[in-house]
């Protein structure tokens, strides 16, 4: 079964950090670009960042997070992370890791609150 | 980056059909094949209806269809069901090498 599990979730202050993780499962993790997107409580979906299969190849982000995030990949480890540093309270939200250009599957997701 | 646009909300009676529509630009919608629709359920993650405007997933019911006319994409849904009342996002790529969703649509079935 292909699956996403992401963690590192949790609370944290405005002006902090913290890495999410997306573990893959079940299908050929480096021959997929993979994605993040986020959800404000009571919001619609938010695209934030896109790695390509190669890491080296393209990466891009939304104009909200562009360098403040950073996304990586390990494809020995089939993995996906997000680095997020300089943390809003308009951060907060549930942060899917999702695969492909389809964006298909979704993981679960992981819920980010950034409060004081 | 502005969302692309949805109507709020849509309604309909089991059986009949709904069209969703999503409206963006030559920039994005208009300007690629790769549209796509996802439906949400509260509390779950979303889940990929249709993908590259018309295509559907392998396991998604053929009551759920796309298509894509200028700058317009649309989802429309046949013989709606109970099950089927839930948030509905489009998405496409960009001019810009970037994702962008549609606001969201709220579909009930009454």
Redesign the interface.
């Known amino acids: 079964e292909e699956q996403l599990v992401e963690s590192g979730g949790g609370l944290v202050q405005p002006g902090g950090s913290l890495r999410l993780s997306c573990a893959a499962s079940g299908f050929t993790f480096s021959g997929y670009s993979m ?1 993040w ?1 986020r959800q404000a409580p009571g919001k ?4 934030v960042s ?1 790695i390509s299969s190669t890491s080296s190849d ?1 990466i ?5 997070v562009r360098g403040r995030f950073t996304i990586s990949r390990d494809n020995a480890k089939n993995s996906l992370y997000l680095q997020m540093n300089s943390l809003r309270a308009e951060d907060t939200a549930v942060y ?1 890791c ?1 695969r492909g ?9 992981t819920l980010v609150t950034v409060s004081s | 980056q502005s969302a692309l646009t949805q109507p709020a909300s849509v309604s309909g009676s089991p059986g009949q059909s709904i069209t969703i529509s999503c409206t963006g630009t030559s920039s994005d919608v208009g300007g690629y094949k790769y549209v796509s629709w996802y439906q949400q359920h509260p509390g779950k993650a979303p889940k990929l209806m249709i993908f590259e405007v018309s295509k559907r997933p392998s396991g998604v019911s053929s009551r759920f269809s796309g298509s894509k006319s200028g700058n317009t994409a649309s989802l429309t849904i046949s013989g709606l069901q109970a099950e089927d009342e839930a948030d509905y996002y489009c998405r496409s790529y960009t001019s810009t090498s970037t994702l962008m969703f549609g606001g969201g649509t709220k579909l009930t079935v009454l």
């Open positions: 994605n997107v619609g979906l938010e695209w896109c393209t891009s982000y939304a104009d909200s899917y999702a250009q389809s964006l298909d599957p979704w993981g679960q997701g």
